[in-house]
């Protein structure tokens, strides 16, 4: 089970000095695994909205702090579970981790004796490979379980462990735990099967600090992979053609201490953006890069919205009437439309006039959530990677998030849904949304959490 914050403080074994900072480092409104959304449809959000730190972007430079020789200040770190989940990998391997404010913190990660990862905290989240690079390239050596993350299917690393071998390491995988282990690491090619996010991001780690000169080959291109080599540059490493195909990497010795700041998040942005057209809003979304939303603010426009760019903001409105027309969307790697934002638009065009078609084949099972969306009256039908969606209404039901992004086209839903919609399962939406229900309420949306104690806060609070 992921943990929010809250029920990650409510552990025991905390010690005392990180139990008090964990408190101070938490989900916005830090509740119970089995809390649940309930929303009033039909306000069409207005206002402004804040968008915080890229998740993506944050568990990578977070986990990428074992590098730095230094201490390291990371700001604009969303308040999120997924960087409590690692907050607590840190806090077992003996790192020293001050939370300096609600989105800063830092790092001193010298006192870090053994590179484990805990098999609990290993399986909450997918991020967790990015141990695997970290502590490879300090250590030459790494004890991580096999990630867990949002289910999508099958999510090998196989990748990942061709990037360690090139460069040197050797793996094993037992009872489910992966060992790398390399004498040295030598500066070698890498070449990807196919595009992989998390594969590009481990290869830079193991190569920064190696011997020599490492070509990467068939990278992904995706803003957080700027933003980790942007971040590893600024420490001393030597990185350049991340955001191509191509990124060249020459091994650095030493990697100086910094204050960084997280680039925002382009899939917060393109949700908000979405829930501001299926309300038929009128939002400001503000802190955002827009050449981050470009796919997302095309297809938006092709089906009728209005968005209007700025410097580092974006206004998107659809509250002058006219039918959202129907349109056809692949995913694709980036700057292709993507994979993350693939329910939250689905249901937009849920409630468009005509049929369109979604195709998202990056992932095995990303349509989990249509069933869900059925309830509320969507008519949807799968064929494998294919998604055919006649535009209709929505009506509130009782729906579960059955992960993340999932779990966002859901809230969509319930705003633009007549009557009200109970969400299940929220602790998937508080894996990458901060403070989710305060920024909508303060667009005008009805949205209220029911606090549900779990059997383990009944048994404390006896
Ligand atoms: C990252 O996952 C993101 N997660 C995902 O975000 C995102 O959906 C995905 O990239 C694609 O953009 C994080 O950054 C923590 P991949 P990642 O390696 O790195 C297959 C969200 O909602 N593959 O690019 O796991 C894989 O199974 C999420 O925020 C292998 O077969 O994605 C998938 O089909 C969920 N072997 C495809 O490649 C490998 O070794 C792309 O995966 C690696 C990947």
Redesign the pocket.
């Known amino acids: 089970m992921l943990c929010t914050f809250n029920q990650i403080q409510k552990r025991d074994n905390i010690r005392e000095r990180t139990k008090e900072e964990m408190s101070r480092f938490r989900g916005a409104n830090g509740g119970n695994i089995l809390d649940k959304f309930v929303i009033r449809g039909g306000h069409p959000l207005e206002g402004e909205v804040n968008i915080s730190g890229a ?2 972007a944050a ?2 430079i977070v986990a990428a702090t074992i590098l730095c020789d230094e201490p390291c200040i990371i700001e604009n770190i969303p308040n999120i579970s997924d960087i409590g989940i690692s907050l607590e990998i840190f806090r077992d391997m003996n790192a020293d981790i001050q939370v300096i404010n609600k989105n800063t913190i830092r790092f001193d990660t010298k006192n870090i004796s053994k590179p484990n990862v805990p098999h609990e905290l290993a399986r909450s989240m ?2 967790s490979s990015y141990f695997l690079g970290t502590l490879l390239g300090r250590f030459h050596e790494a004890f991580v379980p096999l990630p867990g ?2 289910d ?9 462990l061709k990037a360690f071998k090139a460069l040197g390491a050797l793996d094993d995988i037992q009872s489910g735990c992966v060992h790398v282990k390399a004498d040295s690491l030598i500066g070698s090619q890498i070449y990807f099967d ?6 590009t991001i481990n290869a830079m780690f193991a190569a920064v600090k190696a011997d020599g000169y490492t070509v990467i080959e068939n990278a ?1 291109k ?1 803003p ?1 992979i700027v933003d980790v080599a942007n971040f590893l540059n600024s420490m001393g490493a030597d990185i350049r053609g991340a955001g191509t195909d191509v990124i060249k990497v020459r091994g650095v010795k030493y990697l100086k201490g910094i204050t960084y700041s997280v680039i925002p998040d382009q ?1 917060e942005a393109g949700t908000y953006m979405v829930a501001a057209a299926a309300t038929r809003g009128n939002v400001l979304i503000k802190n955002v890069i827009p050449k981050h939303l470009e796919s997302i603010t095309a297809k938006l426009r092709t089906i009728g919205v209005s968005v209007e760019e700025f410097d580092d903001s974006v206004r998107v409105r659809a509250d002058m009437g006219g039918p959202f027309i129907k349109t056809n969307i692949k995913t694709m ?1 980036h700057p292709g439309f ?3 934002m693939q329910p939250q638009i689905s249901t937009l065009l849920s409630l468009a006039e005509g049929t369109s078609t979604v195709t998202d084949d ?3 099972n990303r349509f989990r959530y249509v069933s869900e969306l059925r309830r509320m009256g969507a008519d949807i039908s799968v064929d494998g990677k294919v998604a055919v969606i006649h535009g209709g209404t929505l009506k509130g039901a009782p729906v579960k998030a059955t ?3 999932a779990g966002a086209a859901m809230v969509i839903a319930g705003l633009a849904a007549d009557g009200v919609t109970e969400i299940s399962d929220i602790f998937h939406i508080e894996r ?1 949304y901060e403070a989710i229900e305060d920024k909508l309420t303060a667009l005008g949306a009805d949205i209220k959490r029911v606090y549900v104690p779990s059997k383990n806060d009944l048994a404390m609070s006896v």
Not at 152 to 160: A, M, T
Request: hydrophobic share 35%; aromatic share 6%; net charge negative.
């Open positions: 998740k993506n568990v990578a997918r991020a993350g949002c999508l299917g099958d999510r090998p690393i196989d990748q990942h196919f595009i992989t996010v998390g594969g992904a995706e957080h899939i790697p993507p994979t993350d990056i992932f095995d992960d993340l992004r990458g």
